[in-house]
C-alpha cells in the first residue's frame, strides 16, 4: 500500500542549530554557567500550569528522584500499572520500595481505578499512575482514593506532554508529576527529563537531589543533603527551547489525525481503537494504540497481524510485555536487601498472588501500537493506514494458512 516514509522524528529547525552553536561558542555548557536550563524550566512550568519545573537527565531519574521527595523510603509499597515503560517499576526498586502491581483497565490501557484499593495494604506509600501514550488516567478516582489512604500520588507523565484530565494539565494534578525528552518523545532532546509541582519543598528536595545535595545558591563544596548528579545540560535546553513554539501545533495536527483515524478504523470488524473518556480533555498521542481481534479477521494471530501492516509500509508494534514477567524484578527481589526488608515468605506470596489478565490480553494478543510522528503525516497518510488493514482484512483467511503452513 505504500512505499513513501512517514514523517521523521526527532525534528529539527535552524533555531535548533542555532541555539546549539550559541551554547558552544559561549562555554557556558553545564546548568551551573548557563541560563537555558533555568529558562526552560519557567517556560515548561508555565506549559504545564505548575509553580515550579526542574529538568533532569532523563525521565527515569525523574521518577526515581520524585520517589525520594514524597517520602518513599526502602519497606514501603508502591501501586503501579504493569502496562509501561520497564523506568516506572525499576525506578521503585531502586529505591528499595515493592511495586504492586494493579491491572489496567480493557478500555483505555491506563490503571483501573477499580483495582486499585484491592491493593492497598498497610505498607502502601504512593500510586504512581502512568498517562500511557498520552492519555490522561482517570485522576479524580485516583486522588479521591489516595486522600482517603492518606498516600501520594505521582504521576508518570513521561508520554503525556501537554496532555489534560479535565481541562488540567498532567504532572500538577498529583504531588509531583515526572516528563520525558527522549528521543521518541512528543518534546525530544535525544534524553532527558523533568519534573513538575506546585509542592515548594518537594520541588527544593529535587533540587539538592539532582545536584550533588547542594543548596539552592549554596557553596560548591558545600553537601548538606544527600544526592547525586543527575543534572541536564546546557545543550539539551537549546535544542528543548526551539520546540517550545511548535508543539501546540503538533499536539493539534497529532489529535485531528488520531480522530480521523479512530472514526474510519472503527469500521473495520476487528479493529477497535481505544476508548477516550469524557474526562480526557486533550490526549496527548505519544502512541495511537489499538486493539485486534484475530477472529474478526479469520485467524492470523496479533504478531502475524503486525508483521503484515509493517510489509504495507506502516510502522507499528505490538508494544509492551507484562512488567512482571521481566526478569530484572525476580532479581530484584532476590537480592539480600529485599529479603531482609520484605522477607522471603511475603516476596514469595507477592509473586503468585499478581493477577492482571486485562494487561495479558492486551500484551499477548490485542494492543497494536503507531508512532506519533505517524500522526504528523497529513489525510492522505492516515488514509493509507486504513487501506493497508482493510487490505489485510480481505486476506485474512490467507494469511492465517501461511502462518500455520
Known amino acids: 500500500v505504500r512505499k513513501n516514509s512517514f514523517p521523521p522524528w526527532p525534528q529539527f529547525d535552524k533555531l535548533q542549530e542555532k541555539n546549539l552553536l550559541q551554547v558552544l561558542r559561549s562555554g557556558k555548557w553545564g546548568r551551573h554557567e ?10 515548561f512550568a ?117 496532555a489534560e484530565w479535565e481541562g488540567r494539565k498532567v504532572g500538577g494534578i498529583g504531588k509531583i508529576g515526572c516528563f520525558s525528552f527522549q528521543t521518541s518523545k512528543n518534546i ?57 513554539g511548535r508543539v501546540k501545533d503538533q499536539t493539534a495536527t497529532r489529535s485531528k489525525n488520531a480522530t480521523y483515524l479512530s472514526r474510519e478504523l472503527s469500521g473495520i470488524s476487528g479493529i477497535d481503537p481505544l476508548r477516550i473518556p469524557r474526562f480526557v480533555t486533550t490526549h496527548a498521542y505519544h502512541l495511537y494504540i489499538f486493539r485486534y481481534d484475530a477472529e474478526a479477521f479469520r485467524g492470523p494471530p496479533r504478531d502475524i497481524f503486525v508483521k503484515a501492516l509493517r510489509a504495507e509500509g506502516i510502522p507499528c508494534s505490538t508494544g509492551y510485555t507484562p512488567l512482571y514477567k521481566e526478569e530484572f524484578v525476580r532479581k530484584a527481589i532476590e537480592t539480600r536487601a529485599f529479603q531482609k526488608l ?53 486476506y485474512g483467511e490467507e494469511l492465517n494458512k501461511t502462518y500455520h503452513q
Open 34 to 43: 548557563g541560563n537555558l536550563i533555568s529558562e526552560f524550566e519557567q517556560r
Open 46 to 162: 508555565e506549559l504545564c500550569e505548575v509553580k515550579r519545573s526542574l529538568m533532569v537527565s532523563s525521565g527515569s531519574t525523574a521518577l526515581q528522584i520524585a520517589l525520594g521527595a514524597t517520602g518513599v523510603e526502602a519497606g514501603d509499597e508502591v501501586l503501579v500499572t504493569p502496562y509501561t515503560f520497564m523506568s516506572t517499576v525499576m525506578s521503585v526498586l531502586l529505591v528499595s520500595a515493592l511495586p504492586v502491581f494493579v491491572d489496567i483497565d480493557s478500555e483505555t490501557y491506563c490503571i483501573d481505578p477499580q483495582m486499585i484499593e484491592n491493593e492497598i495494604t498497610s505498607h502502601t506509600r504512593a500510586i504512581l499512575p502512568v498517562h500511557l501514550a498520552g492519555m490522561p488516567c482517570e485522576m479524580g478516582a485516583i486522588m479521591n482514593i489516595a486522600a482517603e489512604h492518606n498516600l501520594v500520588v505521582i504521576e508518570d507523565a513521561c508520554q503525556a506532554h501537554l
Open 188 to 244: 525530544s532532546s535525544g534524553e532527558g527529563g523533568a519534573i513538575t509541582s506546585n509542592d515548594s519543598t518537594v520541588m527544593d528536595y529535587c533540587f539538592y537531589y539532582h545536584t550533588c545535595g547542594r543548596s539552592r545558591g549554596g557553596m560548591w563544596y558545600s553537601h548538606p543533603h544527600l544526592g547525586s548528579n543527575y543534572r541536564m545540560t546546557e545543550f539539551q535546553a537549546a535544542i528543548l527551547l526551539a520546540q517550545l
Open 342 to 394: 520484605f522477607g522471603r515468605s511475603r516476596l514469595n506470596k507477592y509473586l503468585s498472588d499478581i493477577h492482571c489478565p486485562v494487561t495479558e490480553k492486551a500484551c499477548n494478543e490485542q494492543a497494536v501500537w503507531i508512532p506519533q510522528p505517524v500522526l504528523l503525516g497529513t489525510k492522505k497518510d492516515m488514509n493509507n493506514i486504513v487501506e493497508a488493514i482493510q487490505k489485510i482484512h480481505r
